[in-house]
């Protein structure tokens, strides 16, 4: 009997730990929009790599290798943050490409639990994206889909940097940039 008792205490206290020992969850967002323009006129505004002019939050993007893959792009957001990333995967015919975050500058220092973190321009870690456009007649679909990690990666992340942070982040780039695609490919 006592055997056992010890057996399920045991047991309870792995469970407990492994509940609590939860850490970020990988997140993923996906966004689309239906353009009404045919989609080679879509594909024109974005398939640029170094392009990132129908973006609303970049002022400035410059890459390496241009459409290349292993292409480094560094965009420079209006607010002066600065984000790096990499190319790796292009593909003219269906009108598509997928890029990896590499790096990101700080938007700001925060003081959380007695330790100062520095909470990225984007509050993400681990963030690959793609990027594609879909012929539908004389009409277009961009869909836009990422995968990533909150950028607080340890346990009881500050409000800053947990899912939620992120998730509104990376879903407010994206409807900003496929709104303005939009636009765009609709004058």
């Keep these: 009997?006592?055997?056992?008792?010890?057996?399920?205490?045991?047991?309870?206290?792995?469970?407990?730990?492994?509940?609590?020992?939860?850490?970020?969850?990988?997140?993923?967002?996906?966004?689309?929009?239906?353009?009404?323009?045919?989609?080679?006129?879509?594909?024109?505004?974005?398939?640029n790599y170094d392009d990132m002019s129908w973006l609303p939050a970049v002022a400035s993007s410059k890459t390496d290798k241009g459409n290349k893959?292993?292409?480094?792009?560094?965009?420079?957001?209006?607010?002066?943050?600065?984000?790096?990333?990499?190319?790796?995967?292009?593909d003219e015919k269906k009108m598509s490409y997928s890029y990896k975050i590499s790096d990101m500058s700080n938007a700001k220092t925060i003081n959380h639990s007695g330790k100062d973190e520095n909470v990225p321009v984007l509050p993400v870690s681990n963030y690959a994206a793609d990027l594609e456009v879909k012929a539908k007649g004389d009409t277009s679909v961009v869909i836009w889909k990422a995968g990533y990690y909150r950028a607080y990666m340890n346990n009881n992340?500050?409000?800053?940097?947990?899912?939620?942070?992120?998730?509104?982040?990376?879903?407010?780039?994206?409807?900003?940039?496929?709104?303005?695609?939009?636009?765009?490919?609709?004058?």
Aim: charged fraction near 30%; glycine fraction near 4%; hydrophobic fraction near 45%.
């Design 157 to 187: 992340p500050p409000a800053e940097m947990n899912e939620e942070a992120a998730n509104s982040s990376v879903k407010a780039v994206f409807t900003a940039g496929l709104e303005n695609i939009k636009k765009l490919a609709e004058k």
């Design 69 to 90: 893959k292993g292409s480094v792009r560094v965009l420079t957001l209006k607010d002066g943050g600065t984000i790096t990333e990499e190319l790796k995967k292009y």
């Design 1 to 47: 009997m006592k055997k056992n008792i010890f057996l399920a205490s045991v047991v309870f206290l792995f469970f407990s730990a492994l509940a609590n020992a939860h850490g970020p969850v990988r997140q993923k967002v996906k966004e689309e929009i239906k353009i009404n323009a045919p989609a080679e006129k879509v594909w024109d505004i974005i398939k």
